[in-house]
């Protein structure tokens, strides 16, 4: 490891700019470049506010299969404010996570490569040997959705399941435990898949897309309202 967490708070790393939450690193060109290079597939999900009914099993699936530790989490079901009036109450659930973002600040952050984009899949993801515990990509997350692994000591977050049930060739963890198939992922670059055909045939809308990250995780609307990109 060339770069150890010692060496770098002492002073050996990239010049960080901060302006809200969102940060600005000075990296090469040839460095980012390199990090945001979309390979063939461009995986994507799609959350079905519609038919979500808050149960969290998705949440319980991504810790066993992702041996995530007590304390923190990759994924949240946060339900919303009673809506209505008695007895015709409803609730509306939405899924808080790694929007997995084509432009992703935390890997514009980063100053040692540990927060990238995997140019096969586009899934943003961490390589925690590199990682020096700066917390430049947790503060560029303009979704706060990153955490340090208490274990690991190391960022961490939602990698759609590519180190585990991806790699044997499966659905993400959340996505098979869904009871009501309120999660859809795949291949956004294929027009065929399920997640590309749910995007053209339902209304949806991604988070903060004003920004200009081109998240990819993207949600049906419980009811119908302002559509955001």
């Known amino acids: 490891m060339t770069c ?21 690193a000075v990296l090469s060109r040839k460095t ?9 597939k461009r ?25 995530v530790p007590e304390g923190v989490t990759r994924l949240k079901i946060v339900r919303s404010e009673p809506q209505g009036e008695y007895p015709n109450i409803d609730y509306t659930f ?10 992703a600040p935390c ?5 040692t490569g540990a927060a990238f ?41 939602c990698d759609f399941c590519r180190k585990t049930n991806l ?3 499966k659905q993400p963890a959340c996505v098979e435990s869904c ?4 999660l859809t992922f795949g291949d956004l670059n294929d027009p065929q898949s399920d997640v590309s055909k749910l995007i053209t045939q339902k209304t949806v809308y991604r988070d903060k897309v004003e920004l200009g990250t081109k998240p990819q995780l993207y949600k049906v609307p419980h009811q119908k309202g302002e559509i955001k990109g």
């Open 4 to 24: 150890t967490r010692r060496n770098f708070l002492a002073g050996a790393g990239a010049v960080i700019f901060t302006t809200g939450v969102v940060g600005q």
């Open 32 to 40: 980012l470049a390199a990090t945001m290079e979309d390979g063939d």
């Open 43 to 67: 995986y994507g999900m799609v959350h079905d506010e519609t038919l979500c009914i808050g149960c969290t099993a998705c949440t319980e699936a991504c810790r066993e299969v992702n041996k």
């Open 94 to 103: 939405t899924r808080v996570s790694c929007q997995h973002c084509e432009n």
């Open 107 to 111: 890997v514009y952050v980063c100053p």
């Open 117 to 157: 984009k995997d140019p096969e899949t586009g899934i943003v993801d961490v390589d925690a040997f590199k990682c020096v515990g700066c917390g430049y990509c947790l503060a560029a997350c303009p979704y706060q959705v990153r955490f340090f692994n208490p274990e690991t000591k190391s960022a961490d977050k």
């Open 167 to 169: 790699a044997e060739g």
């Open 179 to 182: 009871p009501t198939k309120a």
